[in-house]
């Protein structure tokens, strides 16, 4: 079975310009993810949607940040104005239905120029 | 104080040796506590996986959670080149909370 597919695999920018990064979850995930690696860090958490719920938004750093979630499968991510602080491996991640066993893509690594 | 202390090494170590890996932590409320595994320009993939205190072995890997310490461990015995990786700790409170995440170690493992 497909695993966790994120596009595209790498994107590179100029500063200023918005970009969306797609989600493809594991067919029958409810509990869907988004994390952010920089380099020499930890995964960030931004934003998490289980079903229908309310997304937990806790972890967006800022309001140029913003994910939806269509029908309850794909997700998209969306940086507007990017920075070059937004530079960073973006990694989506879904999960059956609880919090615990995360499965990963491999990422989305995103330059800003 | 971050809520998640992990040394990022690197580690080198001889095929064949003892690996350990330790991560400590602040938040008491901590109940669920991972291992992942991450292969260069490849996402986490979940290692091992405990509740609450206690050891868990599986296979070469040992991870063990001491509470009272606020510390938990991964032991990779009779390690191979094939493990050389970044290895994150993760954990996580009972209830809607998300996995808090380690900087990772990243691990050699020299044939």
């Known amino acids: 079975g497909a695993g966790v597919s994120q596009s595209p695999s790498n994107k590179v920018t100029e500063k200023g310009k918005d970009v969306e990064l797609r989600c493809d979850p594991i067919?029958?995930?409810?509990?869907l993810y988004w994390y952010r690696q920089s380099l020499g860090q930890g995964l960030e958490f931004l934003i998490y949607?289980?079903?229908?719920?309310?997304?937990?938004k806790s972890g967006l750093p800022s309001d140029r940040f913003s994910a939806e979630r269509t029908g309850g499968s794909v997700s998209t991510l969306t940086i507007q104005r990017t920075q070059q602080e937004d530079s960073a491996v973006y990694l989506c991640?879904?999960?059956?239905?609880?919090?615990?066993?995360?499965?990963f893509g491999s990422g989305t690594q995103l330059s800003v120029l | 104080q971050k809520e998640v202390e992990q040394d990022p090494g690197p580690l080198s170590v001889p095929e064949g040796a003892i690996v350990s890996l330790n991560c400590t932590y602040s938040?008491?409320?901590?109940?669920?506590f991972m291992w992942y595994r991450q292969y260069s320009r490849k996402g986490p993939e979940l290692l091992m996986y405990?509740?609450?205190?206690g050891n868990k072995e599986d296979g070469r890997f040992t991870a063990q959670v001491d509470k009272s310490s606020k510390y938990i461990s991964l032991f990779i015995r009779d390690s191979q080149p094939s493990d050389s990786a970044t290895y994150l700790c993760?954990?996580?409170?009972?209830?809607?909370?998300?996995?808090?995440f380690g900087k990772g170690t990243r691990l050699s493992v020299i044939a």
């Open positions: 405990t509740y609450s205190s």
């Open positions: 938040n008491s409320a901590f109940q669920y």
């Open positions: 949607f289980q079903g229908n719920s309310a997304p937990d």
């Open positions: 067919s029958g995930h409810t509990a």
């Open positions: 993760a954990m996580s409170s009972s209830g809607n909370t998300p996995l808090v």
């Open positions: 991640a879904s999960s059956p239905g609880g919090r615990d066993q995360l499965f």
